[in-house]
């Protein structure tokens, strides 16, 4: 009689030896830039998990805390909306020499996969708050704009954007001279439909960009905002035919068994 026990160290080295042979899925690309009045930044610290991303640091005039992102690539093909979200704090530090700067925050992953059938339909949304504290100048004012935008590309290009008009765009401003928080209300634009064939790959990205013009003597001014860039997978023709017809499939079960079970009178 074989004592198979003898055999399995050598069933496991074989077994781990297979897995390590095997296949994985390659992980996507998965990155932030900022930029800072158009010039990108070294200093930023970036860390990635799975889908998950953090990042913070600070820029010329600016820094960051408690920056992050998330996705659900690759998603639940034929089944799922595709999404792609970002949140951070945004902090000036240049209050008190007073000016106008602009900070851009591109967050971006690729190898999206887009699932056969329609036109994926892509939109965003985006909503936060500023807040403003006083400085040294009482009669300080400070204007603050701000925009999102969600693309899709479908060359799979990471941070990459298609033309203008080809994606939502939302906007927002708000305008504050006194101490206190004012919420940042976003307008959404019209959602697109991209043309992705089935089994294509395709990269979200999303772009959030803050101008503060701030009088010298300013208080630092801070803004908190999250987004998301949405692609909607629709649902498979065949598969809302298949749900539509099973109650007419209940019924004529439910009268099959019945006139079976009718008893016959002689």
């Known amino acids: 009689m074989i004592r198979f026990n003898r055999f399995l160290p050598l069933a496991a080295i074989l077994m781990g030896a297979a897995i390590l042979a095997s296949p994985t899925q390659a992980n996507?690309?998965?990155?932030?830039?900022?930029?800072?009045?158009?010039?990108?930044?070294?200093?930023?610290?970036?860390?990635?998990?799975?889908?998950?991303?953090?990042?913070?640091?600070?820029?010329?005039?600016?820094?960051?805390?408690?920056?992050?992102?998330?996705?659900?690539?690759?998603?639940?093909?034929?089944?799922?909306?595709?999404?792609?979200?970002?949140?951070?704090?945004?902090?000036?530090?240049?209050?008190?020499?007073?000016?106008?700067?602009?900070?851009?925050?591109?967050?971006?992953?690729?190898?999206?996969?887009?699932?056969?059938?329609?036109?994926?339909?892509?939109?965003?949304?985006?909503?936060?708050?500023?807040?403003?504290?006083?400085?040294?100048?009482?009669?300080?004012?400070?204007?603050?704009?701000?925009?999102y935008q969600g693309f899709l590309d479908n060359t799979n290009l990471l941070f990459g954007k298609p033309g203008a008009g080809s994606t939502p765009l939302q906007t927002a401003s708000s305008t504050q001279s006194a101490v206190g928080t004012t919420p940042l209300v976003f307008t959404p634009g019209t959602a697109v439909n991209p043309l992705?064939?089935?089994?294509?790959?395709?990269?979200?990205?999303?772009?959030?960009?803050?101008?503060?013009?701030?009088?010298?003597?300013?208080?630092?001014?801070?803004?908190?905002?999250s987004g998301s860039t949405v692609a909607s997978v629709p649902a498979p023709a065949g598969l809302v035919l298949a749900l539509s017809g099973l109650p007419c499939v209940g019924v004529g079960a439910w009268m099959r068994r019945r006139r079976q079970t009718v008893p016959t009178t002689v």
């Open 28 to 147: 996507a690309g998965y990155s932030v830039n900022v930029y800072d009045d158009n010039v990108l930044q070294g200093g930023i610290l970036v860390g990635t998990l799975g889908n998950s991303l953090v990042f913070n640091g600070t820029t010329t005039h600016f820094s960051i805390t408690n920056g992050s992102g998330l996705s659900n690539n690759p998603g639940t093909q034929g089944g799922s909306n595709l999404d792609l979200s970002t949140n951070e704090q945004i902090n000036t530090t240049f209050g008190a020499a007073g000016g106008t700067h602009t900070i851009r925050i591109e967050l971006s992953q690729d190898g999206w996969t887009a699932p056969a059938g329609s036109p994926l339909n892509l939109s965003s949304s985006a909503g936060g708050s500023t807040a403003y504290l006083v400085g040294t100048n009482l009669s300080a004012t400070q204007t603050i704009s701000a925009t």
């Open 196 to 225: 992705v064939p089935g089994g294509t790959p395709f990269s979200l990205t999303d772009v959030i960009e803050f101008t503060f013009a701030m009088s010298a003597g300013s208080g630092q001014a801070t803004a908190n905002v």
